[in-house]
């Protein structure tokens, strides 16, 4: 049973980095989805930040591109999230998640989030 | 603003049939997924692929498309159903993934 787990510091500062990691266990990494990073701010809904395959091609939210990079690591079997300069606006749950394909993309498997608050 | 619009609060009576929709341009090409989210949980997905459940998933949930709408029914709502619901699918340009901005049901 594959499961998903979340994982970086819940405190950065503003102008700061936020830096995750979304660790894959009972799975490997290394098939035909995409592992991707949802971000909820408080009482609010869900934002798609970004994909990455296990290849390492990338796919951005365009309102976060400027900002974001993510990477995927197959030998540790995980995969991770950067969002420079951050504001309060990015104080929000982050969940890993993996995006697989039946007659079209759904997520099948969630890890159950972390919180990031930026503040000084 | 979204570019798949949901109605923000649906409201149903316990035991009775409710839809939960979503509107976009990119549903008349592409399905959308539902997702449920309690209070402090991580989603869980409901509805893929149009009209397909994961295990564990209630025959009561169902899904259907009908050209800009994709739509979410609870046949017989039950209390646990009391949840925000959201829909995913692509953005107008088809490039990139969006969120609906999620409906808040409510089970009196």
């Known amino acids: 049973q594959v499961e998903l787990q979340e994982s970086g510091p819940g405190l950065v500062k503003p102008s700061g980095t936020l830096s995750l990691t979304c660790a894959v266990s009972?799975?490997?990494?290394?098939?035909?989805?995409?592992w991707t990073w949802v971000r909820q701010s408080p009482g609010k809904g869900l934002e798609w930040i970004g994909d990455?395959?296990?290849?390492?091609?990338?796919n951005y939210n365009p309102s976060l591109r400027s900002r974001v990079t993510m990477s995927v690591d197959t030998s540790k079997n995980h995969f991770s999230l950067n969002l420079y300069s951050v504001t309060a606006a990015d104080t929000a749950v982050y969940f890993c998640t993996r995006r697989t394909y039946g007659d079209d993309w759904y997520f099948d498997l969630w890890g159950p989030g972390t919180l990031v608050t930026v503040s000084s | 603003s979204s570019e798949l619009t949901q109605d923000p609060t649906v409201s149903v009576a316990l035991g009775q049939t409710v839809k939960i929709t979503c509107q976009g341009d990119s549903l008349r090409s592409y399905y959308a997924s539902w997702y449920q989210q309690r209070p402090g949980q991580a989603p869980v997905l409901v509805i893929y692929?149009?009209?397909s459940r994961p295990s564990g998933i209630p025959d009561r949930f169902s899904g259907a498309n009908s050209g800009n709408t994709a739509s979410l029914t609870i046949t017989g709502a039950q209390a646990e159903d009391e949840a925000d619901y959201y829909c995913f699918s692509r953005d107008t340009s088809g490039n990139h993934w969006v969120f609906g901005g999620g409906t808040k049901l409510t089970v009196l």
């Open positions: 692929d149009k009209n």
């Open positions: 009972g799975g490997s990494i290394s098939l035909n989805n995409w």
């Open positions: 990455i395959s296990h290849t390492g091609n990338t």
